[in-house]
């Protein structure tokens, strides 16, 4: 018997009984935005996949089993201009053996690192992944009931046919959830892909285990609970993040302001060396600010020091000489360094007496 292709309906159907009132289904294609699903032909949001598939079409009509091509793109003929493809587009990377087109993602950003990240604890004592339910074998199955796994298809037939060890016995399905993100679908849990809702449908398993028709027992229900706990308290990585900071400067000190709100205090550090500044500033809410400056010039380590304010982190580094830093970092030279300053007093700007560096031409000519 044939199979009806329509959206909401997709039952098997006989063609001596079809008729304009036989079939229930969308004839609009699905929306997705902003974490509501839904079809464009009706109003109905829902928030999971799950109670997206189970949206009961919103038209009725014949059932039909013909495939109909998607409309060819109508382009402008009015201009001459190339369109160019935006940076972040998908880029064709495959071609499966059904000749769907399969596109792949844009590289990663990996946040920079700390050996601190992890707790002592958890990095000595990993936990395991939190495994996927098994069904609970005590309680009957109903035929036809259907797997409940994601991407599976087999309904139960019987205990020989599908917890056996026959071909139907194995389930391949998917462990993770959907994801669409600016016009791509695929699952969390593998890399695939594709534009086309119909060819996301498609998308095969990537996991195998056991059929799921009942669902787990209750002492696995509490196992899964206090795994997921555990699990994601290990994975419970601090927010790197990059802070604002601004720096100026007297003839006797580099003044540094870090800017982080709720800095915690007990674990939060700068150390000081000859030529570096070290610094790991951790918050309250989970971000984490984690740099280290190679300075333009040496300082006095014993006689710089820090202060935790409320919006920022002030640091006050004593310079080990006279010389003026017209940058921060090292490596960075802009030329001559002259300092301004009036002698004796705070002030740097509209000094009428000059503090030279020696290695500024303007010092040679003082001589």
């Known amino acids: 018997m044939p199979v009806c292709v329509h959206k909401g309906c997709e039952q098997t159907y006989n063609e001596e009984e079809n008729n304009d009132e036989a079939c229930l289904y969308h004839p609009k294609p699905p929306i997705f935005h902003e974490g509501l699903k839904g079809w464009q032909c009706c109003k109905r949001r829902v928030t999971t996949f799950e109670e997206f598939q189970n949206i009961p079409g919103c038209t009725r009509g014949r059932h039909s089993s013909e495939v109909q091509k998607p409309p060819e793109t109508v382009t402008n003929k009015s201009t001459d201009r190339d369109i160019v493809a935006p940076s972040n587009a998908p880029k064709v990377t495959s071609v499966d053996e059904n000749g769907v087109e399969v596109y792949g993602t844009g590289a990663k950003y990996t946040p920079p690192t700390s050996t601190s990240i992890l707790p002592p604890s958890a990095a000595e004592k990993p936990v395991q992944p ?85 669902g787990p027992s209750q002492n696995q229900v509490r196992s899964i609970i206090l795994q997921t706990y555990k699990y994601y308290r290990f994975l419970e990585i601090e927010e790197i993040v990059t802070c604002r900071h601004d720096w100026y400067q007297t003839p006797a000190h580099v003044i540094m302001s870090i800017f982080l709100k709720k800095t915690d205090k007990q674990v939060s550090t700068v150390v000081f060396k000859e030529k570096e500044l070290v610094v790991d500033l951790k918050a309250t809410d989970g971000k984490r600010f984690v740099e280290t400056f190679s300075l333009y010039q040496p300082i006095d380590p014993e006689n710089s020091k820090y202060e935790f304010l409320s919006t920022k982190v002030e640091i006050k580094l004593k310079k080990a000489n006279g010389i003026s830093w017209p940058s921060l970092r090292s490596g960075e030279n802009y030329g001559s360094t002259t300092t301004f300053g009036v002698q004796g007093g705070n002030a740097t700007v509209g000094g009428k007496d000059y503090t030279l560096a020696t290695d500024s031409p303007l010092y040679a000519n003082k001589q």
Do not use: Q
Not at 143 to 163: H, Q
């Open 130 to 214: 939190v495994e996927d339910p098994e069904d609970d074998l005590s309680i009957p199955v109903a035929p036809g009931t259907k797997c409940k796994r994601k991407a599976c298809d087999e309904s139960y037939v019987d205990e020989a046919t599908n917890r056996g060890e026959g071909p139907k016995a194995r389930c391949i399905y998917h462990p993770g959830v959907p994801i669409f993100h600016e016009g791509s679908k695929g699952w969390s849990c593998c890399s695939r892909k594709v534009l086309e809702f119909e060819e996301f449908l498609k998308i095969k398993g990537c996991k195998s285990g056991n059929h799921l028709f009942v």
